[in-house]
């Protein structure tokens, strides 16, 4: 009985825990240098219920203040992305480590992962230290 009990149980955790239920569209931005730095990686967003959750995984970041932002363009033509336009959302800090290493986790609320009007698609993903846009992708 025991044992019946404590494999039902397992069977059970193991089906909730891979379940992507909670989980809808998800899109990234590859994250490639601008204004001379060698900023380079992925921010990935993921909705999850009424929320979209921001994974960054960066390289090569200079230390100072840095945040990750979301600019109206995805456009990231002009070698300082200023062709990405104005910010439209600061999504949180960025923390390197002696490497020049950061990740962040966030969680974004009133957007989506989506074209529709206020969606992330297109937009682009700026990393921003002190006054200069060092890393810029488009979220695809």
């Known amino acids: ?15 909730c825990a891979g379940s992507p239920a909670t989980t809808g569209p ?4 590859a994250i490639r240098p601008a204004s001379g730095s060698q900023v380079h990686g992925v921010v990935k967003f993921t ?11 960066l390289a090569a970041v200079p230390s ?5 932002r ?6 990231c033509s002009a070698a300082d992305a200023a062709s990405a336009g104005v910010l439209e ?4 800090p960025l923390y390197s480590d002696e490497y020049g290493k950061a990740t962040g986790t966030y969680t974004m609320t009133g957007t989506s992962v989506s074209k529709n009007t206020g969606g992330l698609i297109g937009k682009g993903v700026i ?12 979220i695809e």
Do not use: P, W, Y
């Open 127 to 138: 990393i921003q230290n002190g006054k200069d846009r060092v890393g810029c992708g488009t």
């Open 70 to 75: 979301t600019h109206e363009k995805g456009d």
């Open 26 to 29: 998800s899109a990234e931005a």
């Open 64 to 68: 100072g203040l840095t945040t990750l």
């Open 47 to 57: 909705e999850v219920g009424n929320a979209v959750r921001v994974n960054a995984e």
């Open 1 to 15: 009985m025991k044992r019946t009990i404590v494999a039902t149980c397992t069977f059970m955790l193991a089906a």
């Open 89 to 92: 959302r600061e999504i949180g």
